[in-house]
């Protein structure tokens, strides 16, 4: 079951703050975050294990709400580097398809000078 | 750590031809995954390997496509008689277990004319 993301699209201005939502219909192990560029392979930005834990790096941040199988990133304080297509990809729990990752359709994030 | 590479990086041939990509995983990673990316979607899973072993193909991989992992290292996929809904970007990915971030390589671009 593909993760459903939101929005589908955000445009920014340098500086301003997003967030990008992921959610799944299943029981969730953990969330991948990546981020592409156009005609580059995906990068990856950071993983979130089930624990309902919260990471962060530089300005950008990820939550993991175990509970309501969602994940949210949280980019602050935008750069012109920043944009790209977002990628959430799910790990679901139990069943066989260890490590086996099923991506959201993707947020297309756009920051203008 | 030389990151993951594929080969080729573009392919072009025509429908019908049989062809055949590689990827160079991280040397110590023995999780290698094959994902197949269209325009505007996220990365679709295919295939993965433990090692040399070929744990799960997805249904989307029909009886023309094959991948091989011979010594737990690099992989090669190959298509056989390709038709044109095989033109995508065809992305390697590895990681160290199965519940490791994954690193993708640049992928192979294949245009089924």
């Known amino acids: 079951q593909q993760p459903v993301q939101s929005p589908q699209a955000v445009i920014l201005r340098e500086g301003e703050d997003a967030v990008i939502n992921c959610s799944s219909s299943k029981a969730l192990y953990s969330v991948h975050w990546y981020r592409q560029k156009h005609g580059e392979a995906p990068v990856f930005l950071m993983i979130?294990?089930?624990?309902?834990e919260q990471k962060g790096h530089d300005k950008i941040s990820a939550s993991f709400n175990e509970k309501k199988q969602q994940s949210s990133l949280y980019l602050t304080a935008s750069q012109l580097s920043y944009s790209g297509t977002y990628f959430c990809?799910?790990?679901?729990?139990?069943?066989?398809?260890?490590?086996?990752?099923?991506f959201g359709q993707g947020t297309i994030l756009t920051v203008h000078p | 750590d030389t990151g993951v590479s594929q080969d080729p990086r573009h392919k072009i041939t025509k429908r019908g031809q049989n062809v055949t990509f590689r990827c160079d995983p991280i040397?110590?990673?023995?999780?290698l995954y094959w994902y197949r990316q269209t325009l505007g979607q996220g990365p679709e899973f295919l295939t993965y390997f433990q090692n040399e072993a070929q744990l799960e193909k997805s249904r989307l991989l029909s009886d023309r496509f094959s991948a091989e992992r011979p010594k737990g290292s690099f992989s090669t996929l190959e298509i056989q008689r390709t038709e044109q809904g095989d033109s995508a970007m065809y992305l390697c990915a590895s990681s160290l277990t199965s519940v490791n971030e994954q690193y993708f390589g640049p992928g192979t671009r294949l245009t089924v004319t």
């Open positions: 040397s110590e990673h023995n999780r």
């Open positions: 990809g799910t790990h679901h729990a139990g069943g066989t398809s260890y490590g086996k990752l099923t």
């Open positions: 979130l294990l089930k624990g309902g």
